[in-house]
């Protein structure tokens, strides 16, 4: 198993910047394929950037193409999101994912096994 710690929530003014940090212990970090899923109020959980278990391959979701970055160290054991031009409508609860093992970076929620508690971005207008 593996447990997933999301950081660097806070609230910012649009057009403003973040970097989330999702910081993995348990298992080889190595080993897990990553996301990052966001949840607003009232909304189901969407994805947002995935990246596979070496880096090569990245999938950012369209709405925030060109603004985030998804990025991992993995001698850190650490995967990240650098969120640029920060809009209101990004506002939401940001989950960090792992999945086991795969070749790809997954865009779909059911393909990840373990998920952290989430980090609260909040962006003022």
């Known amino acids: 198993q593996v447990q997933l710690v999301e950081s660097g929530g806070e609230l910012v003014q649009a057009g403003g910047s973040l970097r989330l940090s999702c910081a993995a212990s348990g298992r080889t970090f190595s080993n897990y394929a990553m996301g990052w899923f966001r949840q607003a109020p009232g909304k189901e959980r969407g994805f947002v950037a995935a990246i596979s278990l070496s880096g090569s391959k990245t999938y950012h979701a369209d709405s925030v193409k060109g603004r985030f970055t998804i990025s991992r160290d993995n001698a850190k054991n650490t995967v990240y999101l650098q969120m640029n031009s920060l809009k209101p409508e990004d506002t939401a609860v940001y989950y960090c994912?792992?999945?086991?093992?795969?070749?790809?970076?997954?865009?779909?929620?059911?393909?990840?096994?373990?998920w952290g508690q989430g980090t609260q971005v909040t962006v003022s207008s």
């Open positions: 994912a792992a999945r086991v093992g795969g070749s790809d970076a997954y865009t779909v929620a059911y393909e990840y096994d373990f």
